[in-house]
Every structure is written in structure tokens, then in C-alpha cells.
């Protein structure tokens, strides 16, 4: 009965190691994978052990002895494996010197092997048959294997001990009881081994002892908390926070209050009843309110204004029993300061202090969202010709000109309106039509002017505005309105006011129908080019100038001026002029036998060399068309090269390295014309005749004319001169010396069928 007792308590303890190994293995502690193989390991010498005890013949008791003595082995070894990971983190394990040595290792595995040597060599244990509570038992009789087993697993046993004392002895008082735990258990269960050895007990009591250690490292390893430890880190935490942190017992006394909270409300040390009362008296009876609640509350102290954030919650037991309540009460008054500061910047110009674009339209938008918003304007103020002002005046004058304008705009606005600036020199505002006066403004920015310090200087200021009308909710086509306004008197510099109408409506209908339609007149063949002819200095025609026509099937021949600017406004010129190089170039192969010497003039645009690869282009249709890159000649205006000019000049030399003959067109009419023709690698020089013909003294024309030609002549450029429109002028520019003419004096552009006609008369 007794051994029969003992059988299902060992069975009992091989099943709790089982679970406390499965446990451990699927624990996501680090330590887990060693507690769960030292509890496993603990499992052989109990299992050995019970076979002893339940065997009636020799063969069971034998294996029982074996798969105990090498069980022990197995113990120490996976106790040396977990005494290094619990008692060193990892990065100690490489420098730590009081671990455990691994060479005891070898002489465990050692043992294992001279221990399975028995059953050959007879020289480590025997087994002896007695008879215990009325039944066989063998009993063993070591021999001096058995003695060898012993000295092996009692070192190893010492140095593991030696181990845990020094870390007990090293570690903070807090932490000590994990390690003194575990050795006591130790030493408890070593000894029980001994008592048993030198007692000759029949039956192994001591691996109880050795289950409950495998069981209390389980615990110690992987559910443990120090409970003290806790408690003081969150004392610290409590005390060290810059919160207000206030306990109360169910009953509502006040239990505690941490440093912080007694400096709040200016409370003597410990005396926690008088901090309880001035939070009341600051933020009510706060206990009162069942439940977990959390809340903002200000309190003005003079002039002064703090936030602080109250946070109540309650203490429950297991059996939800009331164990007290807690106040976390902290002052966010720079932190509110400081998310309001950031909002500000988040939605404000940084130079002016006015809404930022994003965020003016926002407002806008969700303005005009409201049902009966009444009459409103969109203003969209423009500082004209801001760019040269600042570049005149200096960039802090610049600013100081923004901010004055934004202080303007201030100055006629209350809280109905809604003002920002939309980026650059551009500004926008939402206001009732009832506060604005067409006289008064215009008054205002007629005498507009920017003073810095002791400078003072005018500056034009033009406002666009566009009526709010039922319905209209999408903002940004609200201020692309009032921009059309403002573009309506853009170069006029008398008059600062113009509102969206009826004109300009049509005129954005107009250019968005025409932009809409751009694409199909290409594909169809209603854009088309325009020869107009270029003769030289015998009248000779020796090429033309292709110049776009669009043949609109509603509104018939349209005058460039109709769509090209537009086309120049929206980018949409680079998918014209490639449509026109490339009829230039189909045109040329066409004339390759009838009409092998002309050449074609194609015109390229400033927003060419914005919207395409101009180069490329080009080049890919003489490709194409395999055509002398000779008889096209690449047109560019002078103001075109007054942007990026090093970056065009580059352009333009690689079209001369290709073949191309590259034409200055308008020359006369820029700003800086003279300086431009030194730098430009341009081999024809096309003079405009329009500026001279507007002179009232044609003696000076003349002479500009003629020292122009003669300018090209010394520079080894071909003059050509453009706006020829009778005999006179023709003679008068042979008898200069320009080469080539250009004019309705010849013809004016026409299309390809009547200019071949011409060309054959």
C-alpha cells in the first residue's frame, strides 16, 4: 500500500514537471526554453525511481536504476544551463567569471558513459534483493562507479550553489528573495539526497524535493513578480511624476499625496487633508462623480490662465469590492500653449500672421457650405509687378510690404470675413458685399504705399472680385474667377478694382471650349499650317515661314490671335508647334523633288522649352521624314531667351551642331537686344519692321535699320527683315544691304495649295 502511495505520488509529480515544462516552452520569456528542458529533465530520476519502487524482479529495477543515475546527470546539466541564464543577462554571460565552468560538462557526459558501462563492466553499482512492506525490493550497492556519479553531480552541484550565493550576495535587497528561494530549495533537496544515501533508506524520498525545486524555478522563472519590488518603483514613479497624484480610502479620506500633488496646492509635508480640500475647492467634489472620468479644467489666477487635465478612477479587489479611489491631476498649460502655438503655425503665414492658402480655403469651403450665406465677394489681391519691387527695394522691404498689405486687409475685415494669403504676392478674402466700397478702396490703394523705417515707396495693388452665388461651393473656381478679373486690368495700373462679369465669363467659356477642342483639330486636320513667303534681295521666293491656322467648323478662320496667347497661357502651345514641326517636315519631303531648295521657318515657343524636349522633337520628325535638317530652320523669339538663357543658348548651339539654321525672331522689339546678339548662336537675324513704322521721324528709323544690317553683316548674320508691306520699303532694305524679306508686300501666309500655285507662277 505504502509503495503503491508513493507510485501515484511520483506519477502525480511527473504530470505537474509535464505541464510546467509545456508551459514554460510556450512562455515568451527568454528564459523559457531553459526552465521548460530543466523540468522535463527532472522527470527521468522521478520516473526511474518509481519503476524501482514498483519492480518485483531484477530486469525492471536495473533499468529503473539506470534511467535515475543518468537522469541525475541530465539534471545537472540542464541546471547549469539555467542557473547561467537566470542569475546572467547575456551580455554578462561573456564576462562573467562566477558562472558556472563548462568543463564540468565534460565530466557529466563522462559519467553518462561509464554508467552505461555497467552492465560490462559490473564496476558501478550492484543490485541487492531486500524485502520492504512485505514485498521484494532491490536496493543498490554502489561500488566505485557509483562513488564517481556521486562526486560528479555533488560538484557540479557546489558550483551552481556558488553561483546563486554570489548573486544573492550582490543583487539590491529587493531582488534577492528570486535567488534565495531557489538556493534554499536547493540545499533543502541536496541534503534530503544525502540523508537518503547515508540513511540506506530503501526508497527515494528526496526526489519529491527535487520535483518541488523543479516546480518552484517554474514559478520563480516565469510567473513571479517581486511584489516589494513593485511597490516601490510605482511609490517612485508616483512621487517622481509631474502629475498630481492623490489616494483616497473608500470612505473618501484622503490616504496619500505625492510630492508633486502637496506642491500644487501649496500643502505642508504629509499634510494630505489640506491638499484633499484645495482640490475641491479647484475642481469640485471630483469623488462624488461615479465611475472612471477624465476631464480638462482651466483656472484663471490673475491675468494668468492654467490648464491642467483631472483623471479619477477607482480601486477594485477580485470580488469587485470599492478598495479606494485616485486623482491624477497634471498641468498642461505649456503643452496647450504649445499645440496652440503649432496650430497657429500649422494655419497661419509665418511672414504676415494670416491664414496660410490651405487653410483660407478651408474656411472658405466650409463657409460656403451654410445654407443662407447672404451676399458675399471673392477677392483675389495681387501686388503687381511684386518680383521687380523686391528686387529694387530689397527682400526685407518685400516683406515689409506683405505684411502691410495683410494689415490692410485686417483694417476692413470683422469676424464675418475670412483672409489669408495664397501664396507669393497673391492674397484672398471671403466678405459680405455690405462692407465694401468701391470709392473707398480704390481711394486707398491709389495712395498705397509700403513704409520701412525712414524709406517710403508706392506700390500698385490690384484686387480682383467675384460674386458668391447660390450654389457655388467649390472655392478654388471662385478665386480662379476673381483672378480672371484681376487679369482683366493687370497692366492697368489707374485703375485697382475689377469684378468677374458676363464679359470674362464668356471669355473663360471661350478659352476653355477652344482648349477642349485643341486635340481633335489636330487629328482632324482643321489646324493646319500657313505658308508665308521669304524672299531674297531679287524678289526671288527661297522659303516660308509655316505659321499655324485653325479652320474651326463653327466659327470658320480664326485669327491666331483668337487661341494662340491662350494656347501660350495654358502650355497647350508645345502640342500646337509640334503639330506644326511636323507638318513642316512632312512638307519638306514632299517638296524634296519639286521644290528641292526652299527652306521652312517653324517658330518655337518660350513654353516649348518648359513642356518638351525642343531638341528631341525635332530632331525625331527629320528622322522620320528624312529631311535635310538645313531647310528647317528653328525660329525663336529674343524674349524667350531671357529666362534660363545659358541653359537655351546650350539648346540652340546643339541645333547649329546638327544642321539646323536657328533664326532670332523679332529682334528690336526686347529689352535687351544688343546684349542678347553678342551671346546667341544664331546664324539669321529677322528685324522688326513694326516698332520703326510707329516713329514720327523716319530719318532715324533709317538709320537704326541700316547700322542693324550692317551689324548683322559684321557678325556674319543673315539679315532678314520682317513687315514688308510695300515697294518702298523693299527697295529702301535692298538698298541697305538686308538680304532676305519678309511681308504682305510678297504675299500674305497662305495655305499649301495656293502657295505651291504661287510658287509656279
Not at 511597490?231 to 490616504?255: H, N, W
Not at 503655425?345 to 443662407?372: F, G, P, W
Not at 533664326?663 to 548662336?681: A, I
Request: charge should be negative.
Amino acid at each position: 500500500m505504502v509503495r503503491r502511495a508513493f507510485i501515484i505520488v511520483y506519477a502525480f509529480l511527473i504530470i505537474t514537471l509535464l505541464l510546467c515544462g509545456v508551459i514554460s516552452c510556450r512562455s515568451k520569456k527568454a528564459i523559457g526554453r531553459s526552465v521548460s528542458i530543466f523540468c522535463l529533465s527532472l522527470i527521468p530520476p522521478v520516473l526511474g525511481n518509481m519503476i524501482i519502487i514498483g519492480a518485483t524482479t531484477t530486469l525492471p529495477a536495473l533499468i529503473g536504476c539506470y534511467i535515475y543515475y543518468i537522469g541525475m546527470d541530465l539534471i545537472m546539466q540542464t541546471l547549469i544551463m539555467f542557473t547561467n541564464r537566470y542569475c546572467y543577462a547575456p551580455k554578462e554571460m561573456a564576462t562573467e567569471r562566477h558562472q558556472v565552468p563548462s568543463w564540468i560538462s565534460f565530466f557529466l557526459l563522462f559519467d553518462v558513459i561509464q554508467m552505461m558501462m555497467n552492465p560490462f563492466l559490473g564496476h558501478a553499482f550492484a543490485l541487492r534483493e531486500i524485502e520492504v512492506y512485505g514485498a521484494p525490493y532491490f536496493i543498490m550497492e554502489p561500488l566505485i562507479g557509483q562513488t564517481f556519479h556521486r562526486i560528479v553531480c555533488y560538484g557540479a552541484l557546489l558550483f551552481i550553489m556558488f553561483v546563486f550565493v554570489s548573486r544573492t550576495i550582490k543583487v539590491p535587497k529587493i531582488y534577492k528573495e528570486r535567488y534565495a528561494v531557489i538556493l534554499i530549495s536547493m540545499i533543502i533537496g541536496t541534503l534530503w539526497q544525502t540523508f537518503y544515501i547515508f540513511s540506506r533508506t530503501p526508497i527515494d524520498r528526496s526526489m519529491i524535493g527535487f520535483a518541488v525545486f523543479g516546480i518552484l524555478i517554474f514559478y520563480f522563472s516565469i510567473y513571479y513578480r517581486p511584489v516589494r519590488l513593485l511597490d516601490s518603483i510605482l511609490a517612485r514613479m508616483a512621487s517622481s511624476t509631474k502629475e498630481g497624484v492623490f489616494l483616497y480610502e473608500p470612505e473618501g479620506r484622503c490616504l496619500w499625496v505625492n510630492s508633486y500633488g502637496l506642491e500644487m496646492t501649496k500643502s505642508a509635508l504629509d499634510d494630505f487633508e489640506h491638499a484633499a480640500r484645495v482640490i475641491v475647492d479647484f475642481f469640485g467634489d471630483v469623488l462624488s462623480v461615479q465611475g472612471d472620468i477624465e476631464y480638462e479644467r482651466s483656472i484663471v489666477s490673475g491675468i494668468d490662465e492654467q490648464f491642467f487635465t483631472v483623471t479619477k478612477g477607482d480601486f477594485f479587489d477580485d470580488n469587485q469590492k470599492l478598495l479606494g479611489t485616485f486623482l491624477r491631476i497634471k498641468d498642461v498649460t505649456e503643452e496647450k500653449m504649445r499645440l496652440d502655438r503649432e496650430l497657429f503655425m500649422a494655419n497661419h503665414d509665418a511672414l504676415t500672421r494670416v491664414y496660410n492658402r490651405e487653410y483660407c480655403l478651408k474656411k472658405i469651403s466650409d463657409k460656403l457650405r451654410q445654407h443662407s450665406l447672404g451676399d458675399y465677394y471673392i477677392a483675389a489681391i495681387n501686388l503687381c509687378d511684386f518680383k521687380v519691387f523686391n528686387d529694387v527695394f530689397g527682400r526685407d522691404f518685400g516683406d515689409a510690404a506683405l505684411i502691410q498689405v495683410a494689415e490692410w486687409m485686417k483694417r476692413y475685415s470683422d469676424e464675418n470675413c475670412i483672409y489669408g494669403r495664397l501664396g507669393g504676392d497673391m492674397f484672398g478674402s471671403f466678405l459680405p458685399k455690405a462692407m465694401f466700397d468701391q470709392a473707398i478702396v480704390e481711394k486707398d490703394l491709389t495712395d498705397f504705399s509700403v513704409k520701412w523705417g525712414n524709406d517710403e515707396h508706392h506700390l500698385v495693388v490690384h484686387v480682383g472680385f467675384c460674386s458668391v452665388d447660390e450654389g457655388d461651393e467649390d472655392v478654388s473656381v471662385l478665386f480662379d474667377r476673381a483672378m480672371m478679373a484681376l487679369d482683366s486690368i493687370r497692366d492697368d495700373y489707374k485703375k485697382h478694382v475689377a469684378f468677374f462679369d458676363s464679359k470674362i465669363r464668356d471669355k473663360m467659356l471661350w478659352n476653355k471650349e477652344i482648349s477642349g477642342e485643341l486635340q481633335t483639330a489636330i487629328d482632324k486636320g482643321q489646324i493646319c499650317p500657313y505658308f508665308q513667303p521669304i524672299a531674297d534681295r531679287d524678289g526671288k521666293i527661297v522659303g516660308a515661314e509655316a505659321l499655324a491656322r485653325w479652320i474651326h467648323p463653327v466659327y470658320g478662320f480664326m485669327s491666331p490671335a483668337e487661341f494662340i496667347p491662350l494656347f501660350e497661357e495654358n502650355g497647350m502651345i508645345a502640342d500646337l508647334d509640334k503639330h506644326i514641326w511636323k507638318s513642316a517636315c512632312k512638307t519638306l519631303a514632299d517638296w524634296e523633288k519639286k521644290y528641292p531648295n526652299l527652306f521652312i521657318s517653324v517658330n518655337v515657343s518660350p513654353k516649348d522649352f518648359f513642356m518638351s524636349d525642343v531638341l528631341s522633337d525635332i530632331m525625331s520628325y527629320v528622322l522620320e521624314y528624312d529631311i535635310d535638317p538645313g531647310k528647317l530652320r528653328i525660329e525663336v523669339t529674343e524674349t524667350s531667351m531671357m529666362r534660363d538663357t545659358d541653359d537655351r543658348i546650350k539648346v540652340l548651339e546643339e541645333f547649329r551642331k546638327q544642321g539646323f539654321i536657328v533664326e532670332m525672331d523679332d529682334f528690336g522689339s526686347g529689352y535687351s537686344s544688343l546684349n542678347m546678339l553678342k551671346d546667341m548662336p544664331v546664324d539669321v537675324l529677322k528685324i522688326d519692321m513694326k516698332f520703326l513704322s510707329k516713329t514720327s521721324d523716319e530719318r532715324k528709323a533709317d538709320i537704326i535699320v541700316k547700322n542693324v544690317i550692317r551689324l548683322s553683316e559684321d557678325l556674319d548674320i543673315t539679315s532678314l527683315a520682317e513687315g514688308v508691306e510695300t515697294e518702298k520699303h523693299f527697295n529702301k532694305l535692298n538698298d541697305f544691304g538686308c538680304t532676305l524679306f519678309q511681308g504682305y508686300y510678297f504675299s500674305k501666309p497662305l495655305p499649301l495649295e495656293e502657295f505651291e500655285a504661287m510658287l509656279k507662277e
